[in-house]
């Protein structure tokens, strides 16, 4: 049987691999579908050999899945009003904890 929606021991485990990413940028975002989301993740504070910050993006699917990614998908030409707004408000702010509810 085909999994498709993620446990509270997923999530767990997910929150416990996204703790990583805390004291990065959010450099941008991104909507795939109305309810798929891409967070561009950028780390300010210290460069990798070559020169580059490091670049992590998060992809989020409402009540489906939340992980990290290194393929970079096909996004769409106009964003919702939803995308947009998360843009004005969470652009360029540093993410701070990474915590489960409930």
């Known amino acids: 049987m085909v999994k498709v929606r993620m446990s509270t021991a997923d999530v767990a485990a997910e929150v416990k691999c996204l703790r990583k990413l805390i004291g990065m940028r959010c450099s941008n975002i991104d909507d795939l579908s109305p309810k798929t989301y891409i967070f561009k993740l950028m780390n300010s504070s210290g460069a990798t050999e070559s020169g580059e910050s490091e670049k992590v993006l998060l992809l989020i699917e409402t009540g489906v899945r939340l992980h990290t990614t290194?393929?970079?998908?096909?996004?769409?030409?106009?964003?919702?009003?939803?995308?947009?707004?998360?843009?004005?408000h969470i652009r360029t702010r540093r993410l701070?904890?990474?915590?489960q509810l409930g």
Do not use: H, M, W
Not at 96 to 99: A, G, I, L, P, R
């Open 96 to 99: 701070e904890d990474v915590q």
């Open 70 to 88: 290194a393929y970079v998908r096909k996004k769409s030409n106009t964003s919702c009003g939803f995308t947009l707004k998360l843009r004005k």
